[in-house]
Nanobody, 111 residues
């Protein structure tokens, strides 16, 4: 079993920044198995940051993922936020062929 807990979401003005965190526990020994998805209101969940440095076009150059392998924490630094970045952000891990998801953290970009 793997548990994922996201934090760091909230309300931010356009152009602002937020840093999300995802703390992993259980049978997971590397953050390399983890990545970030988001689900905007009324839309499908989409992959936005994965692997070493693979980003969706919509966030490339503004978002940066980093890892603390010692603590099993995955981060997502989000800069120059836009209203269209409003979404629930989810941490995901693929471990032993099983997909694990956190409950998500809401990011709202609005003035």
């Amino acid at each position: 079993q793997v548990q994922l807990v996201e934090s760091g979401g909230g309300l931010v003005q356009p152009g602002g920044s937020l840093r999300l965190s995802c703390a992993a526990s259980g049978n997971i020994y590397s953050t390399r198995a983890m990545d970030w998805y988001r689900q905007p209101p009324g839309k499908q969940r989409e992959l936005i940051a994965a692997g070493m440095a693979t980003y969706a076009e919509s966030v490339k150059g503004r978002f940066a993922m980093s890892r603390d392998n010692g603590q099993n924490i995955l981060y997502l630094q989000m800069n120059s936020l836009k209203p269209e970045d409003t979404a629930v952000y989810f941490c995901h891990a693929l471990v032993g062929g099983i997909d694990y998801w956190g409950k998500g953290t809401l990011v709202t970009v609005s003035s």
